[in-house]
């Protein structure tokens, strides 16, 4: 499935350049995307993904009020951790079964999970029921991300692929922009339970508009790989392990945390062998590398992502609404990045890779002029726009790169490898922000804590760059299993 614009060392020749301005690759893959066989799978899919981003942006805003109402301050985190552990669970299985069924069943499954998910949280009266919920969310959200990729490579040529990217880019703009202020209008004029009912009839109109290419997708594949021993068991412990750090992450002090952390290490550890491509923490050529590339760019902007705003208040004394400025304009720099590399379908992906990597870096490296007491807090915006820049052409490339990959490693691999990639995500990012929260409780000051943060995460930047030419050519072992 890989071209020979990805591989440099294939020998097949490389297809005609597209015109500067891209106008050729867009003309060529927009009947695929929205032809009369195709507009609703695209539709169904920017709107699976939609639905996934307005609940994470509306209910990180609703929060507050809904802990008040069922809880206290001290179980503000769990609902939090419920999500993320389930995902974990959701991910893995849903990579799984779609490997061994196909994904027709989880894309159905999947969302209406999800849906159920909402429906007792938006009537949720204890906080019991609001962490069930949650499960239940986590692990519809996490197989719908693996039943996507899954989706993609069934039913998109490759030349198509980097323009339905960056669509699902886009699918997250909307929420980021709009979610946060209309989560909060709502749960002040109506109620918070309005912030998860609102979602589902996006559930609803997702599903209708996947089913004609669900009822045409093959049931499974013959080809692939038998059960992996274990995989419940390790998708399980991992979960655990994932709640156990993000617990010792918010009690960063004592003896308690330190115990609970290398538990949660010593589960996940041995978990990780059987979760992930072999080789992935050496970063080795071919799908380990991708997987590994993800986790590096994930955890380094999503890290900063949620300390920036801390950075910027605390610090420097901005309020609330301007310090979720940079926040936006990253945003945007994302979608932008990633509709002109879906615009570009010859290029290089694992050079698009290595220059959002480096972009990514430039951006957070120059927050290291913000982060400190005499820093400039308005170089935040233009260093996050470039930021945003390297994540549109790295992520997207990254989500590209993945499926080539994982078909050279294999057939019927694709679940797994989407999985695996989806699950540094959840790692890397649970790690570093637990990271970040061990160095406040340490300093107690954002302005000495946060600095060193950064300075750490440009280092997981430049590593990225280094290692993304590994991602190009054909996989030299078969994942782990």
């Known amino acids: 499935m890989s071209s020979a614009t990805d591989d440099p060392t294939s020998s097949r020749p490389a297809p005609p350049a597209s015109p500067p301005d891209g106008s050729a690759g867009k003309a060529a893959v927009r009947p695929e995307l929205f032809g009369p066989g195709r507009r609703a799978t695209t539709a169904g899919i920017v709107l699976l993904i939609s639905m996934i981003a307005f609940e994470a942006m509306g209910v990180g805003t609703a929060m507050p009020a809904v802990v008040a109402d069922l809880g206290s301050v001290s179980s503000y985190a769990w609902p939090f951790v419920a999500f993320t552990a389930a995902s974990v669970v959701g991910t893995v299985l849903g990579g799984r079964w779609c490997d061994v069924r196909g994904p027709r069943g989880t894309l159905v499954t999947a969302p209406l999970l999800f849906g159920a998910g ?23 959200a996490g197989a719908v991300a693996v039943a996507v990729y899954v989706l ?40 918070w339970h309005w912030v998860f009912l609102g979602i589902v009839p996006f559930v609803v109109v997702a599903v209708v508009l996947v089913l004609p290419a669900v009822r045409d997708l093959p049931a499974g594949s013959a080809e692939a790989p038998a059960t992996r021993r274990g995989i419940v068991a390790a998708a399980l412990a991992a979960a655990a392990a994932v709640a156990a750090l993000s617990w010792a992450g918010q009690h960063p002090t004592g003896w308690a945390a330190l115990v609970v952390a290398v538990v949660a290490l010593a589960l996940l550890v041995p ?13 080795r050529r071919g799908i380990a590398a991708v997987v590994a590339c993800r986790g590096l760019l994930s955890g380094a902007f999503f890290t900063v992502n949620a300390y920036l705003p801390l950075m910027l208040t605390s610090t420097h004394g901005w309020s609330l609404s301007m310090a979720g400025v940079p926040l936006i304009v990253g945003a945007l720099g ?23 990597f480096a972009c990514v870096a430039v951006g957070i490296a120059g927050l290291l002029l913000v982060a400190p007491a005499w820093g400039l807090p308005w170089l935040a915006l233009p260093f996050w726009i470039v930021a945003g820049v390297g994540m549109g052409l790295g992520f997207s490339s990254l989500s590209f790169l993945l499926l080539a990959r994982s078909a050279d490693s294999g057939a019927g691999a694709v679940g797994f490898d989407s999985a695996a990639a989806q699950l540094t995500d959840q790692l890397s990012q649970a790690a570093l922000v637990g990271v970040g929260g061990a160095l406040l409780a340490t300093t107690g000051s954002p302005a000495t804590a946060l600095p060193v943060l950064v300075a750490g995460l440009v280092v997981l930047a430049v590593t990225g760059t280094g290692i993304a030419g590994r991602t190009a050519g054909p996989a030299r072992a078969a994942a782990g299993r």
Do not use: C, K, N
Not at 335 to 354: C, E, I, Y
């Open 271 to 283: 978990s990780l062998r059987r979760l992930l491509p072999r080789g992935t923490v050496r970063a």
């Open 334 to 356: 994302w979608s932008s990045a990633a509709a002109w590399q879906g615009r570009h379908p010859d290029l290089s992906r694992p050079v698009l890779l290595r220059v959002g």
């Open 152 to 191: 993609i490579a069934l039913v998109y040529s490759e030349r198509a692929r980097p323009a339905v990217f960056a669509l699902m880019s886009s699918a997250w703009v909307l929420p980021a922009l709009v979610g946060p202020p209309v989560a909060g209008v709502v749960t002040e004029q109506l109620s």
């Open 118 to 140: 909402l429906l007792v949280a938006g009537t949720a009266g204890t906080l019991a029921q609001l962490l069930v919920a949650r499960v239940l969310q986590g692990l519809g």
